[in-house]
């Protein structure tokens, strides 16, 4: 399922246009993205938990060059679902 799937899965669920979904889902999205931001962790209970988590430098390898190289540290999401969701999956 990919985003415009989702979409129209709210729409159709909730009897409603396919603009008025988008903007619940895109709301929904935002405000996760906001409280990632801002609170590093997202519970929604019986679904999962979204965390920010913080990535070091790292060394790596230049593909063209082949020269070592550090990357730089990254902030990256990451996903912990709840029990009640693995259970019905």
């Known amino acids: 399922m990919n985003k415009g799937d ?3 899965a709210v729409a159709s669920e909730l009897k409603l246009s396919k603009a008025e979904a988008s ?3 895109d709301t929904v999205l935002g405000c996760i993205t ?8 997202v519970n ?4 999962g938990t979204f965390c920010r ?9 230049n593909p063209v060059t082949k020269e070592p190289m ?6 990256t ?3 912990r679902p709840s029990g009640q969701l693995k259970a019905n999956i």
């Open 6 to 8: 989702l979409i129209e």
């Open 53 to 61: 988590r913080d990535r070091g430098p790292r060394r790596g390898m």
């Open 44 to 47: 929604l209970v019986g679904f």
């Open 23 to 25: 903007r619940m889902v």
């Open 70 to 75: 550090t990357i730089p540290p990254t902030k």
């Open 34 to 41: 906001t409280g990632l931001k801002h609170d590093a962790k």
């Open 77 to 79: 999401c990451g996903f």
